[in-house]
């Protein structure tokens, strides 16, 4: 047996038992779930691992049990992840925060009227409220690494809205230590307006653009 055949046989079994839709209760639409994308990868890449390393005439049986090991990890990831950012729409529902997933990243946009007011870095009441949410769901989820990015409009010096998308990223991650998250998961930084979602010519557009993003990404434990 060659060994793209090989592959694709070991795959297909490691994956044929698992793979399948759910319904996404925000859109209605069928999808397939990310713990079986995350199967399917990890599949892949165990059956070549399996292939690689068995010698030539059990490369069949390795393919096969790399497979189903690579399946069962990638999996693993996919689900962890899965179950996360259903807590956090849970935790999130009504704040005016939006969660987004991402292949394995789920990205927490907080704008500025939760968070902030206008040319400040402390946080709102309202939005430190939020940020106790994301912290209880943090706190459980202990293999997951958070990158706080601070975002500002255009309006002022550079020089300006970098140092305030800073000290807001700060106050962020600070509050979310305060809460008991471990200080080693985050990253904090502020990127200005270089990275706007939106135009900045108008007063609609300038809003979006004024925001603190938190991107959660699996670690390895």
């Not at 399996?50 to 069962?72: N, P, Q, T, W, Y």
């Not at 990158?147 to 300006?160: K, M």
């Amino acid at each position: 047996m060659k060994q793209p055949t090989i592959l694709l046989t070991a795959l297909c079994i490691a994956i044929g038992g698992s793979a399948c839709t759910t319904i996404n209760p925000y859109s209605g639409e069928e999808q397939t779930s990310n713990a079986v994308k995350g199967g399917a990868m990890g599949a892949a890449a165990g059956a070549l691992v399996g292939v690689l390393s068995s010698s030539k005439k059990d490369r069949g049986k390795g393919a096969l049990i790399g497979a189903a090991s690579g399946a069962a990890l990638g999996g693993g990831i996919g689900y962890y992840m899965d179950v996360q950012e259903a807590k956090l729409r849970q935790k999130m529902k009504g704040t005016g925060v939006s969660v987004t997933r991402s292949g394995d990243q789920i990205i927490l946009n907080m704008p500025n009227n939760v968070t902030f007011d206008s040319n400040a870095s402390q946080l709102k009441p309202a939005g430190a409220t939020t940020l106790q949410g994301v912290a209880m769901v943090l706190k459980e989820y202990e293999n997951t690494h958070i990158n706080v990015l601070g975002h500002t409009d255009s309006s002022g010096s550079r020089d300006l809205n970098m140092r305030l998308s800073e000290q807001r990223a700060e106050s962020v991650g600070t509050a979310l230590i305060t809460m008991g998250v471990d200080g080693s998961r985050l990253n904090m930084s502020g990127v200005g307006p270089d990275q706007p979602v939106a135009s900045n010519a108008t007063a609609e557009g300038k809003a979006q653009n004024r925001r603190v993003t938190l991107t959660l990404s699996p670690t390895q434990g």
